[in-house]
């Protein structure tokens, strides 16, 4: 009977303002462009805190006190390293996958030699949350070394988290203010509601399967590029408009096709993104350190337009606009962009993982069916 009359049921295309969990993790006001994580605003965590203690924020409710945050660091940088085994199988992976699909592939393998891989208690959950937050970053600067034939460079316990990975990845100890800019990227992309790789994990985790299989989920739900595959795609869109002269004409080209701007639009942010406010601030800074603006003019020119065309529309620039010119004056190949907004928001989902299994119950939702009724089964041999 169910099925046949879809009685009482609503329906919202892509789940738009459904509730599908209450969480004290994060919240967004899309109107006024306000994020706060745990209740601190994003701007206070950009100015004074720093990926170590934003992450035991969002995963333990409270800031550390400093005996916590050195502990807590202390566990991170002890979990930095990845089994041999996987480090081996990562010199023979192709050299032309996107690291997503490494990432992805990785995060598997190593559950397989995870020392809590048979418990399935919270406080191993939490062990294992940790360690892979902690490998994230070993995983990515290692694949783009195997890609490239060269040897890894192991990770340096003296650097902190976004130090040790910008370290890894080029070989240099950053300087102090590119260390401090990555980490607060790191935190920008830490967390944001509802969206759709942490919805995937929870998915994932309310069946209670494991949480590497969790993160899985994540990392390929949010590959995608009205995703977090939305920041490469953002150079590779300044590289074809090539010049600040030609931005104009391609916007308005673009929206006169219905083709989307790349690093603009949100569901739930009809103003400004306060990540992509504060991002732009170091692209700017950026920019001038290396004595490169054109990235930066062609940016502020495509915000101009798209503001003065769809702002009204409640489109602005997101967290991805202006995230790829900072990643590609750090040194970061265009590949591990999306890699890197997910090294921060690995700490989100397990953290919202962690907290749903509290009250855990499986997400099962339904679908409206309209197919056809009473169809008559024809056998192979009579079709
Ligand atoms: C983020 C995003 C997926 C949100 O999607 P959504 O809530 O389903 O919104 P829709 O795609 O339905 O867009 C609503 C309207 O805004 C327009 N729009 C949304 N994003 C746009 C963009 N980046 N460029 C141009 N127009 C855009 C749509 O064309 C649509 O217009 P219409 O009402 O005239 O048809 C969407 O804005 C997008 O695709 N942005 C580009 C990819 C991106 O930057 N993703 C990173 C997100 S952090």
Do not use: C
């Not at 995608?224 to 408009?241: C, F, Q, T, Y």
Request: hydrophobic share 40%; net charge negative.
């Amino acid at each position: 009977m169910g099925f046949l009359t879809n009685e009482g049921q609503t329906y919202s295309r892509g789940l738009e303002g459904v509730v599908a969990a209450i969480s004290a993790v994060s919240a967004i006001d899309g109107q006024e462009g306000r994020l706060i994580y745990r209740g601190v605003d994003i701007e206070a965590l950009a100015e004074y805190s720093t990926f170590e203690e934003t992450a035991y924020f969002l995963l333990f409710g409270s800031l550390p006190n400093k005996s916590e945050l050195e502990q807590f660091s202390a566990e991170l940088r002890d979990a930095r390293e990845i089994h041999p085994r996987v480090k081996e199988h990562l010199k023979v992976l192709p050299s032309d996958p996107h690291p997503m699909d490494v990432l992805k592939l990785v995060v598997s393998h190593l559950a397989l030699y995870d020392p809590d891989k048979q418990r399935m208690d919270r406080e191993a959950k939490i062990r294992k949350s940790i360690r892979t937050i902690a490998q994230f970053p070993t995983i990515i600067a290692h694949y783009n070394h195997a890609r490239h034939g060269e040897e890894f460079i192991p990770p340096n316990p003296e650097l902190s988290h976004a130090a040790n990975f910008l370290y890894m990845l080029t070989g240099n100890v950053p300087d102090e203010e590119n260390a401090r800019i990555f980490d607060i990227a790191l935190i920008l992309h830490m967390d944001h509601g509802m969206n759709a790789s942490t919805f995937a994990t929870m998915v994932t985790a309310s069946t209670l399967s494991d949480i590497h299989s969790a993160i899985v989920s994540g990392i390929g739900t949010l590959k995608g590029p009205l995703h977090g595959g939305a920041n490469e795609r953002v150079l590779k869109m300044l590289d074809e408009i090539g010049s600040v002269e030609k931005a104009e004409e391609f916007v308005l080209k673009s929206l006169q096709e219905r083709k989307k701007i790349m690093g603009f639009g949100h569901r739930v942010y009809k103003s400004y993104d306060p990540r992509a406010r504060i991002l732009k601030q170091y692209a700017e800074r950026l920019s001038e350190k290396y004595g490169d603006t054109k990235w930066i003019e062609m940016g502020k020119k495509i915000e101009e337009v798209m503001i003065r065309e769809v702002g009204r529309k409640g489109i602005f620039p997101n967290v991805d606009f202006y995230s790829g010119i900072v990643y590609h004056f750090l040194g970061i190949p265009r590949d591990l962009f999306t890699p890197i907004f997910a090294m921060g928001r690995v700490v989100g989902w397990v953290t919202h993982v962690l907290e749903y299994l509290q009250a855990n119950r499986i997400f099962r939702p339904r679908a409206i069916y309209n197919g056809p009724l009473d169809v008559e089964y024809i056998p192979i041999e009579k079709r």
